[in-house]
């Protein structure tokens, strides 16, 4: 079973839920963006929750399919049609051999998960199919999809058609979007002022906006408490002598434009981070897109593992209602 | 050195040994990663040591973020204690300084540096009062370095030069990033040198190329297969300056297979090191010469 690339979309990868344990020598998590939306397109094909999926970004591919398979399109509203006739998103449809999948324009969100029954059957590269694109890693030759490439499908059964997520259970951002954030890592080295605007001021999605992170735009630049650089740091005051830098970590270099980092995550650097945004939120940030405002907000742990429960909860009733 | 612990989110505890670079902060990240790796703390999912800090990622749902910072900071107790010995190896890196690639991506990028008349090689000889580019070459592949960090992208080492600190060659970061790096350049930014393990973005000084692939994800090259990175936080890294015959003769033997980075295992003992540094070193690259 294998399902061919007729037009391969604007950055469409293999991900699933990620590679995990090689951070410290430079090898992110990789896997889908929005995390939730994955595992819902999966399960509503029949898969396990962490298959190999298609993420999709601003423009959906066009898929030939050689045998029939059950797929559903998540995350995204990137309407999918089956030879030109439209299904809805959040749903399971079947495909036949010889139909074609392909995409209306996007209405809202950025990134679409598209699950097909059997999974997306690429090597398994350090534990996962994710694709990490800069290292040339996994997924289907270390790279996003072109035009003629032949998936491979594993086997799989397929749920019925019409399985549905009911709405009020589907997540998109909404505008302006709250990202909430636990300050910290190297807060102090800002002052209280440029602290509190940094969390008033309202940032637009800057175009430099990926799978490694996420850069904003229109803040007022931040005002660093004066210091003697450490040695080894570097002569800006926005530097640091390089660390690790975590998945969701706020770095602002030159004090001027924040970048979250995502999945892809540059695994270390020497730009000061002023927090985190909480994992709760992650997934919200890969439904972005250019423009889009958006705000800081302060939270404390006990939010942030509230908020991570209530994202688990979420996934529950995903859960029950399938 | 204090040591300082900040929350990175709800999934990550970020440790700072020291605010500045020393081969002491390093050891210290060492030794605490050490122990962490050893005590099996359940919900860990990674352990990440760098030049004067560490990382560690858990699960929320599996340990609370309040107790993985009590575990840590009895680790860190328990590991004051630690050597400051590690066996390693020390591994020659052939070098082409002054190449014709990253002279081509410095020039395009020139409005972003600091010295749009000079190229990184001639800017950092001046500003280290080196002289020229010779003598650029020859203080910075005379004494090795120190991989005190892995990380940024796949497989790229920091490196710190073994050297006085009032010898260390230092360097700012371009103004702004450049947006293209060719594969496998030798660069340096603040006191760190590194190798670009693949083709990307980078702020780092541009000094040169080395003909030997240091991350193979498809695991081909010979020396690659165990592993698909080369480097580990510890090794020690000696530079070969060499002329274009040579870079392009050793780019044909690691295509075919029939190259082998010279290497040789050795201890590293930061007290003794730090007795006599030259000395230490001169030992150091005579196990590479097998003496």
């Not at chain 1, 270390?268 to 423009?291: E, K, N, R």
């Not at chain 2, 190259?259 to 201890?267: C, E, L, W």
Request: proline fraction near 7%.
């Amino acid at each position: 079973m294998a399902v061919k690339v007729v037009k391969p979309g604007l950055s469409t990868t293999v991900q699933d839920l990620g590679r995990p344990g090689y951070y410290h020598i430079g090898i992110p998590l990789s896997g889908g963006m929005d995390r939730l939306a994955l595992k819902a397109a999966n399960l509503l094909v029949g898969n396990k929750e962490g298959a190999a999926v298609l993420e999709a970004v601003f423009m959906g591919p066009e898929l030939y399919f050689t045998e029939d398979a059950t797929a559903a399109v998540t995350g995204a509203e990137l309407p999918p049609k089956i030879d030109g006739d439209m299904r809805p998103t959040w749903t399971s449809f079947k495909v036949k051999k010889g139909q074609t999948l392909s995409f209306d324009f996007l209405k809202k969100g950025a990134r679409a998960y598209i699950a097909i029954s059997g999974g997306i059957d690429v090597p398994v590269v350090l534990g996962s199919r994710s694709t990490y694109t800069l290292g040339a890693l996994g997924g289907f030759n270390g790279r996003k999809l072109e035009a003629g490439d032949k998936l491979p499908i594993g086997k799989g059964r397929g749920a019925r058609e019409g399985r549905t997520v009911p709405e009020k259970l589907r997540r998109l951002p909404s505008v302006p979007t709250e990202l909430r954030m636990l300050p910290g890592l190297y807060w102090h080295r800002i002052t209280d002022a440029a602290g509190r605007q940094f969390l008033e001021d309202t940032w637009k999605v800057a175009p430099e906006a990926d799978r490694i992170g996420y850069r904003f735009k229109g803040g007022k630049p931040l005002e660093f408490v004066p210091r003697e650089q450490p040695f080894g740091a570097g002569s800006d005051p926005s530097n640091i002598v390089d660390a690790c830098y975590p998945y969701g970590s706020i770095q602002v270099p030159g004090g001027t434009e924040p970048i979250v980092l995502h999945r892809d995550a540059v695994s270390g650097g020497g730009y000061f981070m002023v927090g985190t945004v909480i994992s709760a939120d992650m997934d919200l940030i890969g439904q972005l897109q250019p423009h889009t405002p958006a705000r800081f907000v302060e939270v404390s742990m006990a939010q942030a593992l509230r908020a991570r429960k209530d994202r688990a909860g979420l996934l529950d009733k995903i859960r029950a209602s399938l | 050195m204090k040591t300082r612990y900040s929350y990175g989110g709800d999934e990550h505890i970020f440790v700072e040994c020291d605010e500045e670079m020393s081969l002491e902060a390093f050891f210290k990240s060492l030794s605490i990663t050490t122990a962490v790796r050893k005590a099996k703390i359940k919900g860990v999912t990674e352990i990440c040591p760098a030049n004067a800090s560490f990382q560690i990622k858990f699960d929320p749902d599996k340990i609370k973020p309040s107790d993985m910072l009590k575990e840590l900071k009895l680790l860190e107790k328990a590991a004051r204690k630690g050597k400051s010995t590690i066996k390693t190896r020390i591994i020659e890196i052939p070098v082409l300084y002054n190449d014709p690639w990253t002279h081509e991506t410095l020039m395009r990028f020139r409005e972003r540096h600091q010295d749009p008349n000079s190229t990184d090689i001639e800017y950092t000889a001046r500003i280290n009062n080196l002289d020229g580019v010779d003598g650029f070459i020859k203080a910075h592949s005379g004494a090795p370095w120190f991989v005190s960090m892995v990380g940024f992208v796949a497989g790229l080492p920091f490196l710190y030069q073994m050297v006085d600190r009032k010898r260390q060659i230092q360097s700012p970061k371009y103004l702004r990033p450049r947006t293209d790096t060719p594969k496998l350049t030798v660069g340096h930014g603040g006191c760190f040198g590194c190798i670009y393990s693949v083709r990307g973005a980078g702020g780092y000084q541009m000094f040169g190329i080395t003909p030997m692939p240091i991350y193979d994800p498809n695991q081909k090259i010979k020396y690659l297969k165990d592993f698909m990175c080369l480097f580990k936080p510890g090794d020690i890294v000696k530079w070969k300056p060499i002329d274009r015959a040579e870079y392009d003769h050793t780019v044909v033997a690691v295509e075919k297979g029939r190259f082998t980075p010279r290497m040789a295992d050795v201890t590293f003992s930061l007290d003794e090191f730090k007795k006599d540094m030259d000395g230490y070193n001169a030992k150091l690259m005579g196990a590479l010469n097998g003496r």
